[in-house]
């Protein structure tokens, strides 16, 4: 890895929380600071892991930020209960400072930590037919949900889209103009679906490891459809680890290879590559970091 530049970069969507990173979070953190990473945004996939991800953003105050809500593979015969207890969670951390630990949800096993970075987005939401239909008229109404929680809170959408893109736009098309922004996360599709996203005026595509991967069509595709202000980075960490990298655990501090093949692609300096992609992500998250 090279290391010479001071860069400074944004991991947006990293599932530190997970269990993969239970015996050396510390250290991924602390590799992820040296090598630039500036801060983590902690995406949330079911109630369960509403709780885990506050509880890592809260050891790592100012550095890892919650996203909180419903992901489709996640989406069940339960997805209603999911919900109302996301969002219960969801008020109670826009609230918690003037709150203490007695009112956290009775659904919850433990009391929920004040975090000490605000909430930043709905997350990570969205639609995947990838494996199965089975709950295909579910994940439409969840995420549905979940896009008028982000149009009434004027908070961002993570959105998580596999093999769903058509009906994803129909659904977003709804709420076009009242919706605050997000990212289209883990953007692996052609020049006309990058063009059928970038539509929506305040979402950007979250580029991570596949950029990299041999077969990777990303390269040419970015370039030619995707201004580089419409892009943000992210791991998908512990998956999606980049080349050289590829079939281990990713962690945020694998981002520079990622700057460093989108650096090349659009023919710019990563520090080009850094500062543009810090700035959106900045502006979709409304972050200072
Ligand atoms: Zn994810």
Redesign the pocket.
């Given at each position: 890895m090279k290391n010479l530049l001071p860069l400074r970069f944004i991991d947006t969507?990293c599932?530190l929380d997970g269990e993969e990173f239970d015996a050396d979070r510390d250290e991924v953190v602390g590799r992820a600071r040296e090598a630039g990473c500036a801060a983590i945004c902690l995406?949330a996939?079911d109630a369960k892991s509403c709780r885990s991800v506050l509880d890592t953003c809260s050891r790592y105050p100012g550095y890892c930020y919650p996203m909180l809500g419903l992901?489709p593979e996640e989406v069940r015969q339960d997805w209603r209960e999911q919900l109302s207890d996301i969002k219960q969670i969801i008020s109670l951390t826009s609230h918690l400072s003037s709150l203490t630990s007695h009112l956290s949800p009775l659904t919850s096993p433990q009391p929920l930590t004040s975090p000490a970075s605000p909430l930043l987005a709905i997350g990570?939401v969205g639609l995947d037919f990838y494996w199965s239909r089975e709950f295909a008229d579910e994940q439409l109404l969840a995420f549905e949900e979940q896009v008028r929680w982000s149009v009434e809170m004027q908070l961002p959408l993570m959105i998580?889209c596999r093999k769903a893109q058509n009906e994803l736009v129909a659904i977003l098309d709804r709420y076009a103009d009242d919706l605050p922004g997000g990212v289209f996360?883990?953007f692996t599709g052609n020049e006309q679906e990058a063009r059928q996203l970038l539509r929506f005026p305040r979402f950007v595509l979250g580029i991570g490891g596949v950029l990299t991967f041999k077969k990777s069509h990303l390269p040419e595709v970015l370039p030619a459809t995707v201004p580089l202000d419409r892009i943000v980075l992210e791991t998908?960490a512990p998956?999606m680890a980049p080349v050289p990298m590829r079939g281990q655990r990713n962690e945020s501090a694998f981002v520079r290879h990622v700057v460093s093949r989108l650096a090349e692609a659009y023919g710019v300096g990563e520090e080009e590559v850094c500062r543009q992609t810090t700035l959106t992500a900045q502006r979709v998250f409304d972050i200072r970091v």
């Open positions: 969507h599932h995406p996939i992901h990570e998580h996360h883990c998908d998956y």
